[in-house]
């Protein structure tokens, strides 16, 4: 890693550092506001995934691993190998003492280069850029999305929050610390970049959008 995107995590590692010390094990922890957001937020990322057969999944940006507690409710009968990573060494320490009993599920600090996998998911990695200048971010955007796709044999799943409107003129407003995007942005770069099979998924009464990327040829829904 260059020093420009180290500088860059640091940032995003001492944000959420600061959240779940202070909100502790909890969705606001990693920044959502209730467990049903976080949890709907789950069952989109998740389509991307084959639930009848084993796979290996890394839950990038794990936090403190609330996607094993949903895996465990809701796909019990499932074989998954979990990896879950992220960038904060608070956030896995908090992560491994909460799942230390639970079977088949590792947790390591790194990022979407960690192990290749059947699936990636990773939710709400991109949405605080901080102070970073937008076209630098869009440049950590796109070298994740390369590694995400590298490390999944099957597929990846990767949430963004929707652009809101200029008041003016067109195009989309810097958000300040947040970071918001149109789908066709990510969604051109995956199909270019990676020659995948993208999957829109923007109905589920969240200001955002979710997509399902696979290996394969162009088809948007």
């Given amino acids: ?95 491994r003492r909460l799942w230390r009993r639970r079977p088949r599920t590792a947790f390591a600090t790194g990022d979407a280069r960690h192990r290749p996998a059947d699936y990636s998911v990773a939710s709400g990695i991109f949405n605080v850029k901080l102070d970073q200048p937008r076209a630098r971010w869009e440049r950590y955007v796109a070298r994740t999305l390369d590694d995400l796709r590298a490390a999944s044999r099957e597929g990846f799943a990767v949430n963004f929050m929707r652009a809101c409107p200029a008041a003016a003129g067109g195009g989309d407003v810097d958000d300040g610390p947040l970071y918001r995007t149109a789908p066709d942005r990510w969604i051109d770069h995956c199909e270019r970049a990676h020659g995948a099979s993208v999957t829109l998924l923007d109905d589920y009464g969240q200001p955002e959008f979710t997509l399902l990327v696979r290996p394969g040829g162009a088809c948007r829904r």
């Fill in 1 to 95: 890693m260059d020093d420009a995107a180290a500088d860059l995590q640091t940032g995003v590692i001492d944000y959420y550092t600061g959240r779940v010390r202070k909100h502790g094990s909890t969705p606001l922890g990693v920044d959502w506001t209730c467990v049903l957001s976080q949890e709907l937020r789950f069952v989109q990322l998740l389509k991307v995934c084959d639930f009848a057969r084993p796979f290996a999944l890394n839950d990038v940006g794990c936090g403190y691993g609330a996607l094993v507690g949903y895996l465990g409710r809701r796909h019990a009968e499932a074989e998954i190998d979990y990896l879950g990573v992220d960038l904060a060494a608070e956030m896995i320490r908090r992560a």
